[in-house]
């Protein structure tokens, strides 16, 4: 059965470094999202993206994150200049149609800003 | 608003005991609904789905009916087992592409 794989699985990271977490999403999905669940609390949307640019953004998403779609196959999350807070569970999902269809998550990427 | 409340957790039962996790939500309009699993460890599964008022989604032996009346999506089963024992996440669509989550309920299930 196809899934979403995610890389590195944990990343450990210093304060101010940029971190890329990748993606690979089930091949056949045109929507692609990013959600990261800080430890203890809610799952939280960060960003969703088709057709090449982003549809809707959380306000979690500000200008220290950027998302890329590569190539035809990684989808990726940028942070420029990790901070503490940004310590999380990142999980990337990936859909075959939009807001009705089923999101199907990766296993997601542990960061530990330090 | 726009937001999905769930019961709080965590919620301690003994093997084959009948589990109900209470969800509601707020929306305007019909969302797609959703409960996702989170096993220790791992990542998010989707467990069961219901895409209309009145259906019934459902999946390992969990079952949920979306009720529009009631704005509720219900996590039900009729006898658990250790293996269950997980966090559980309700979840509905958004209009603008996202899934807006539950705080979650951490299920543990004693032999």
């Known amino acids: 059965e196809p899934e979403v794989t995610q890389t590195p699985s944990h990343q450990v990271t210093q304060m101010g470094q940029e971190v890329i977490l990748r993606c690979v999403p089930i091949s056949n999905h045109l929507y692609f999202y990013w959600y990261r669940q800080i430890l203890g609390q809610k799952v939280e949307f960060l960003v969703s993206f088709y057709n090449n640019e982003i549809s809707e953004k959380s306000e979690i998403f500000d200008d220290q994150f950027s998302v890329e779609r590569p190539d035809g196959s990684n989808f990726t999350l940028k942070i420029r200049s990790t901070k503490l807070e940004d310590s999380a569970m990142y999980f990337c999902?990936?859909?075959?149609?939009?807001?009705?269809?089923?999101?199907?998550f990766g296993p997601g990427t542990r960061l530990t800003v330090l | 608003g726009n937001s999905v409340t769930q019961m709080e957790g965590p919620v301690t039962l003994s093997e084959e005991a009948f589990l109900t996790i209470n969800c509601t939500y707020t929306?305007?309009?019909?969302?797609?609904l959703f409960w996702y699993v989170q096993y220790p460890g791992e990542g998010l599964q989707l467990l069961l789905k219901?895409?209309?008022a009145d259906d019934k989604g459902s999946n390992k032996g969990f079952e949920a009916t979306y009720r529009k009346e009631t704005t509720s999506f219900h996590l039900e089963k009729g006898s658990v087992q250790v293996s269950d024992s997980a966090v559980y996440f309700c979840a509905r669509a958004d209009s603008n592409y996202q899934l807006i989550w539950g705080a979650g309920t951490k299920l543990i299930i004693k032999p």
């Open positions: 999902a990936s859909s075959e149609q939009g807001i009705t269809d089923t999101q199907y």
């Open positions: 219901a895409t209309k």
């Open positions: 929306a305007t309009g019909y969302p797609s």
